[in-house]
């Protein structure tokens, strides 16, 4: 049940520091053990990370 909950929480955006006080995980190792993180899902973070990053380069430029 708790690999459930950190993980819907963690895939609906709350950071891992709001998860981890919630559940009583005082460290990040801990937070892990319970937050396994998907190769797909891992994929999916990479690539929008770039864009996201490609984005804020564009904005930068512009300003």
């Given at each position: 049940?708790?690999?459930?909950?950190?993980?819907?929480?963690?895939?609906?955006?709350?950071?891992?520091?709001?998860i981890?006080?919630?559940?009583?995980?005082?460290?990040?190792s801990?937070?892990?053990?319970?937050?396994?993180?998907?190769?797909?899902?891992?994929?999916?973070?990479?690539?929008?990370?770039?864009?996201?990053?490609?984005?804020?380069?564009?904005?930068?430029?512009?300003?």
């Amino acid at each position: 049940m708790e690999y459930t909950y950190n993980t819907n929480w963690r895939l609906q955006g709350h950071d891992y520091i709001r998860i981890m006080a919630t559940r009583g995980h005082k460290t990040r190792s801990t937070f892990r053990g319970y937050n396994p993180v998907s190769p797909a899902e891992l994929k999916t973070l990479v690539s929008s990370d770039a864009k996201a990053t490609s984005c804020d380069i564009n904005i930068n430029i512009e300003q």
